[in-house]
């Protein structure tokens, strides 16, 4: 099992006017603990599209530039659609804490979805603590089920 080193790993962000507030938090929240954020914004609360915030976040996970991401609109809902609709990306859409550390070891999701009206900003941090540090469990039957996964990609 493969330990996710925490320090070196980069993190990247990126929400719609639903989500921005808390997806400032959050960046904030890992960058005080000195961990590596790409913040790929909305930075305001003027009205945009999700999935415009969704594609480079998930060109970045995908590309490897970054090792995982979060995603934050009002449900969670629409950005985990769009982040699913890329080639590599394993979008979970979580409300807690015990899904988000199964979707990491057993799905080895690469992108959180939050909503910002759906939990709070405690939670919330909580959520991302347990993504970026909870490893993919490489079992064999999770490895054979997630490479099934992908291989739909190539459908
Ligand atoms: C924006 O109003 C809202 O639709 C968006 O944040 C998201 O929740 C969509 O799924």
Redesign the pocket.
Known sequence: MIKRKEETMKVAFAA????YKLKDALVSHLREKGIETVDFGTNSPDSCD?PDYADPLCRAVASGECDLGVLV???????SMAANKHRGIRAACCSETVSVALTRSHNNANVLCL?A?IVGEHTACEMVDLFISTPFSEGERHVRRVNKVNALDER
């Open positions: 719609d006017h639903g989500g999700y609109c009002s449900t969670g809902l629409g950005m909503g009206f």
